[in-house]
């Protein structure tokens, strides 16, 4: 069974912190993304990564940085965080057989984050 | 570009009627269309997905969806829903080279016993 962990279910962090979410996957993807949820915004993009030590900025980059040193692994860094990141954070991967587009995403359980 | 509308907020079905969520596109060449389910402090999973072909894509759980080019629409439907349909359902667009996923608002789906 193909399988998305996410380091953390509830995470609670003070403004200014630096936060690490931490994304794992078990099905040798070649694309990994980070998407933030907030109610009656759906989905946004923050990040994804294609290969090991490739990154592209999606759509709500900023105030974030991303890891990705090994293949099952990808990491959502908040350098210095702020209340208006407090929301729910979903990791996915995604396979590029057959052609990267065609293929469903996987996604984790989700990280919410609270910043105090 | 790619952009997906799903226009209702929530979707309001008693149980064993049909159940329909909506979903409306627009891109750039020719779509592949996904529909995800999003259960309570959950990730989303995925129930179907469009490429090619058949119009009509059956999925997970007794959900199927309609591609229609003309109206630009792949609407998720069920024949008779069931209370542990209750979720938050998601739309998402991708098309050929594009390794992103354009995702809907999302509709809240509450099926009363």
């Known amino acids: 069974d193909v399988k998305v962990t996410q380091s953390s279910r509830y995470l609670v962090k003070r403004t200014g912190e630096k936060v690490f979410l931490e994304c794992v996957q078990d099905?040798?993807?070649?694309?990994m993304f980070w998407y933030r949820q907030d109610p009656g915004l759906g989905l946004r993009l923050i990040y994804f990564?294609?290969?090991?030590?490739?990154?592209e900025k999606g759509d709500i980059p900023e105030g974030y940085s991303v890891s990705r040193e090994k293949k099952e692994r990808f990491s959502l860094i908040l350098e210095s965080a702020s209340t208006n990141q407090t929301s729910m954070y979903l990791c996915?991967?995604?396979?590029?057989?057959?052609?990267?587009?065609?293929?469903?995403?996987?996604f984790g359980p989700g990280t919410r984050l609270t910043v105090l | 570009a790619q952009s997906v509308a799903q226009p209702e907020d929530q979707v309001n079905v008693a149980e064993g009627n049909p159940l329909t969520v909506k979903c409306t596109y627009s891109?750039?060449?020719?779509?592949?269309l996904f529909w995800y389910v999003q259960y309570p402090n959950r990730g989303l999973q995925f129930l179907l997905k469009?490429?090619?072909?058949?119009?009509l894509v059956k999925g997970s759980y007794g959900f199927e969806a309609e591609f229609n080019k003309s109206q630009t629409s792949f609407h998720l439907k069920k024949p008779s829903a069931l209370v542990s349909d209750s979720a938050l359902y998601f739309c998402?667009?991708?098309?050929?080279?594009?390794?992103?996923?354009?995702f809907g608002k999302g509709n809240q789906v509450v099926v009363i016993p």
């Open positions: 099905m040798d993807h070649e694309n």
């Open positions: 998402a667009v991708s098309f050929h080279g594009n390794n992103r996923l354009a």
């Open positions: 990564s294609y290969d090991v030590k490739m990154k």
């Open positions: 891109v750039s060449g020719n779509p592949y």
């Open positions: 469009y490429i090619t072909g058949d119009n």
């Open positions: 996915a991967s995604r396979s590029s057989g057959q052609g990267t587009s065609l293929n469903e995403q996987f």
